[in-house]
C-alpha cells in the first residue's frame, strides 16, 4: 500500500489539509493530521510528510510521544521535499546594524575598533531572552548556551582577552597560599582565587557578567567561572562557585570574555545585557551575510518513546540546545541532516534500541556531536545503536573537554565511517561492553588540551569486548603531556585494537596499565611511539592504588558476575590480586604483526616489563618508503615483506566516509 502524504511549506497553514497545493505550516500540524483518524499504529498506512524548501522559526521544540509512532512495514518518513533546502532555526535573523555613536560606549573600546563595530538593540527587536552564562565544562551538567551570534554560517566569539588562540597564565602563588595534590605539585584553593599577572583588568568598567574560561589544574580539567572580585592592587581574581574540580596551578592556561573593553578584532561581538545592545565587529561588510542569533532552548525535536520514525535530508540550525533528544523506543532514523550551529550536543539518544544516525553533517557544537547509551549492562544485552557516515568537525566549542563527535555508553553500540576532525579534546570516547568502533578517520584533534586520546576509554575493569578497527588516525595535537591515538586509560582492559593506520601520532597505542588488550596488524608510520605500555596498577602511590583498590574494585563488583565471567573468562584472573594488596600487573596484553616504519617502535615502562607483554611477529623499520605516506597512501607495496610474515591487508578504501544515497559527494 502506497505511502499517505502530507505536506508543510512556509507559506501554509496548519488549518489547511495538508495537501500540495494547500499544505500545513508546522511539523506539529502534520504530526496532527497522522495522528486524527484514530487508526491503531498496527494497522497505519506508512506517512511521508514532505516538507517544501524555505525557513521555519522553530519557537518551541517539536514534541513526538508513543502515538506517533510508525511500524517496521510502514514508518513515520519527515522529509525535504525534492532536495529542496530546508532549515530549521532556533532563532531569527537579524539585521539593520548602525555604527556606535553614544561617547560613553565610544570610550570603553579600543581605537582601532570604534568606525569598524555595529550595534542593534535586541530589545527592540523584541528579544529580551538573552540566556546565561553557565559554569560548564569537565564534570559539569550538560546546559543550553547563552544567546550566540552566528555571521555567515559561523558561530562568532564573545568579546574576550587575550584573543582568540591566545592564553594568559596563572601567576605563581605565595608559599603560604598552596596546597599539594595528589601528584605531590601545589596548588592554590579554589576559594582564595588566583594571582594574574600585568594591570589589564585596570581597563575593565563593569566586572558583572565577566568570566573566565581556565584549565585551572590539568590540560584535561576546564571550566568556566563567574568573576566574584578583582583586587586590582594585589592583582587577585576570586571567582564564584561552582568552582572547579581541584585547585588553582601557577602557569596554568585561562582567558576571560565577556568584555566590551575586549571587542578589539573582526569576529568578535559583545551583549550589554541590561539595555539589550548588542556590539558586533563583523569579518566582513555587515549587509553581505546572513547574521542569525539563538533563542530556544529546548531540543529542536524531542521523541520521548517514539519508534519507526525517519528525519531526512533537513538543516536544523541557531539553537541554544540540543537539534534531536530521543528517549527510549526503537528504531529511529536521522538521515542526511546538518546540524550545526548548537549550543549543546546535536544529538542525545537515551536508551531505546537501534537507533540511528546516517549520513549527517554535524559542526559547530558546544558540546558532543552524537551522544548516544543503549543496551543493558547487567544482561550484556546490545543496544544497535549506530553513528555511521556522518561528518564531525568543530565539536566542543563550549564545553571543550570530554564532550567528543560521538560518545558511546551501555553495550553493542557502533561508530563507523565517520570523518572526524578539528576539536579541541578527543573524537570517540565510550564506556561499556562489546562496542565497535571502525572505519573512522580522525585528525587533528586534541587542538586545545592534553592527556586525551583520538579514540578513549578508561577506568573499568569490567569494560571489555570492545572492538577498535580499521580506524585512520592521523595528525593529532595536544598541549602538556599531548595526545595519544587510542587511549587505554587508568587499567581498562580487553580491547581488540586491530587493523588500524596511524600516521604522525604521539603513543599511537597507549595502553595505561590495563589487561589484556590485542594490538594486532596496525600499521605505525612516525610516531612516537606506535605502541606504549605501563604498569600503573603496580603503583603504590595512593592515587593509583586507591584507583585500582577502590573505585575500580568497586565498577567491577556492580555487575553480574557470573554473567561476566563467562562471557570474560579472563577477569577471574583479577580475583587473586584482588585477594591481596599488591597492586595489579598487565598481564595478558598481545602485541602482534604490526608494522612501524619510521619514529620509534615500543616503550614499556612504569613497573611494566617486557616479560609481561607477548611480543610476536612485528615488523620494525627505519625506512617509511613502502608508503606514499605525504599523500597519505598507506597501500604496502606488494613485495613489502611484511606479506610474508602473516600481515593482513587493511581495507584502506573503506575508512572514512563512502559515497551512498545520502552522500553523493565527499568532502
Known amino acids: 500500500m502506497a505511502a499517505q502524504e502530507w505536506y508543510v511549506a512556509p507559506t501554509g497553514k496548519d488549518t489547511n489539509p495538508g495537501t500540495q497545493t494547500q499544505p500545513f505550516a508546522t511539523l506539529e500540524g502534520a504530526r496532527q493530521a497522522i495522528r486524527k483518524p484514530n487508526q491503531p499504529t498496527a494497522t497505519r498506512r506508512a506517512q511521508t510528510v514532505w516538507v517544501r524548501g524555505g525557513d521555519y522559526l522553530l519557537n518551541h521544540g517539536v514534541k513526538l510521544n508513543a502515538e506517533d509512532s510508525g511500524t517496521p512495514e510502514a514508518p513515520v518518513v519527515y522529509r525535504a521535499f525534492n532536495h529542496e533546502k530546508v532549515r530549521f532555526l532556533g532563532g531569527p535573523g537579524i539585521k539593520d546594524f548602525q555604527p556606535v555613536k553614544d561617547p560613553a560606549i565610544l570610550a570603553r ?31 559539569r551538567p550538560a546546559a543550553p548556551s547563552h544567546l550566540e551570534l552566528f555571521f555567515d554560517g559561523q558561530p562568532m566569539t564573545v568579546a574576550r582577552w587575550p584573543n582568540e588562540g591566545e592564553w594568559e597564565k596563572i ?64 592583582h587577585l581574581i576570586k571567582t564564584a562557585p561552582p ?18 573593553e575586549e571587542l578589539d578584532q573582526p569576529g568578535e561581538w559583545f551583549l550589554d545585557r541590561h539595555t539589550g545592545m548588542l556590539y558586533f565587529w563583523p569579518p566582513k561588510a555587515i549587509g553581505q551575510a546572513e547574521v542569525l542569533v539563538s533563542l530556544l532552548e529546548e531540543p529542536m525535536v524531542q521523541l520521548n518513546q517514539v519508534s519507526n520514525v525517519v528525519f531526512r535530508g533537513f538543516n536544523f540550525l541557531a539553537s541554544r540546545g540540543r537539534a534531536f533528544e530521543l528517549i527510549g523506543g526503537a528504531s529511529n532514523r536521522i538521515e542526511g541532516c546538518k546540524l550545526a550551529l548548537l549550543g549543546g550536543t546535536a544529538v542525545s539518544i537515551e536508551g ?83 562496542h565497535v568502533v571502525e572505519f573512522n578517520e580522525i585528525h587533528h584533534i586534541a587542538l586545545e588540551t592534553g592527556d586525551v586520546g583520538a579514540i578513549y576509554m578508561g577506568r573499568d575493569y569490567s569494560f571489555r569486548g570492545n572492538v577498535i578497527r580499521h580506524n585512520f588516525i592521523h595528525h593529532t595535537g595536544g598541549v602538556g603531556m599531548g595526545s595519544m591515538g587510542v587511549y587505554m586509560d587508568d587499567c581498562v582492559s580487553g580491547t581488540l585494537i586491530y587493523g588500524n593506520v596511524f600516521y604522525q601520532v604521539s603513543r599511537a597505542a597507549f595502553l595505561g596499565g590495563g589487561r589484556d588488550h590485542r594490538v594486532e596488524n596496525n600499521l605505525f608510520v612516525a610516531c612516537q611511539p606506535a605502541v606504549d605500555l605501563d604498569g600503573r ?57 604490526n608494522i612501524c616504519l619510521g619514529g620509534k617502535w615500543l616503550n614499556i615502562g612504569w613497573h611494566a616489563k617486557t616479560n609481561l607483554v607477548e611480543i610476536v611477529g612485528n615488523y620494525v623499520s627505519a625506512e617509511t618508503n613502502w608508503v606514499n605516506a605525504s599523500q597519505l597512501d598507506f597501500r604496502l607495496a606488494k613485495d613489502a615483506p611484511v606479506w610474508n610474515a602473516g600481515f593482513q591487508p587493511i581495507p584502506l578504501e573503506r575508512i572514512g566516509l563512502q559515497k551512498d544515497e545520502l552522500r553523493n559527494e565527499l568532502p
Request: charged residues 20%; contains cysteine; glycine residues 12%.
Open 352 to 434: 531505546g534500541h537501534g537507533q540511528r544516525v546516517l549520513g549527517c553533517d554535524i559542526e559547530n557544537t558546544g558540546d558532543a556531536g552524537v551522544s548516544l547509551s543503549g543496551g543493558n549492562r547487567q544482561t550484556l544485552e546490545p543496544g544497535g545503536h549506530a553513528v555511521e557516515n556522518c561528518h564531525f568537525q568543530k565539536q566542543g566549542r563550549w564545553s571543550k573537554c570530554y564532550v567528543p563527535a560521538i560518545l558511546m555508553n551501555g553495550v553493542g553500540n557502533r561508530a563507523a565511517h565517520n570523518l572526524i576532525h578539528d576539536h579541541p579534546h578527543c573524537a570517540i570516547l565510550f564506556g561499556g561492553n562489546d
Open 109 to 139: 573600546l579600543d581605537t582601532s575598533a570604534r568606525a569598524a563595530i555595529r550595534q542593534i538593540d535586541l530589545r527592540a527587536l523584541g528579544i529580551t531572552n538573552f540566556g546565561q552564562f553557565h559554569s560548564r565544562g569537565f564534570g
Open 243 to 260: 568552582y572547579g574540580h581541584y585547585g588553582f596551578r601557577a602557569g596554568q592556561r585561562v582567558y576571560f570574555l565577556n568584555l566590551l
Open 171 to 234: 601567576a605563581p602563588f605565595p608559599d603560604s597560599a598552596v596546597q599539594p595534590d595528589e601528584h605531590g605539585g601545589k596548588l592554590g584553593p579554589l576559594a582564595a582565587g588566583f594571582y594574574y599577572a600585568g594591570d589589564r583588568p585596570k581597563r575593565w568598567r563593569d566586572l558583572s557578567e565577566v568570566w573566565i574560561h581556565g584549565y585551572w589544574a590539568y590540560d584535561w580539567a576546564n571550566s568556566y567561572e563567574k568573576v566574584a572580585a578583582i583586587e586590582l592592587e594585589k
Open 537 to 593: 596498577g603496580l603503583d603504590k602511590a595512593p592515587v593509583w592504588h586507591n584507583m585500582v583498590y577502590g573505585f575500580m574494585k568497586e565498577q567491577l563488583g556492580k555487575v553480574p558476575q557470573d554473567l561476566y565471567r563467562q562471557r570474560y573468562p579472563a577477569i577471574k584472573d583479577l580475583d587473586r590480586y584482588y585477594a591481596a594488596d599488591n597492586g595489579i600487573p598487565p598481564e595478558g596484553n598481545v602485541v602482534a604483526r
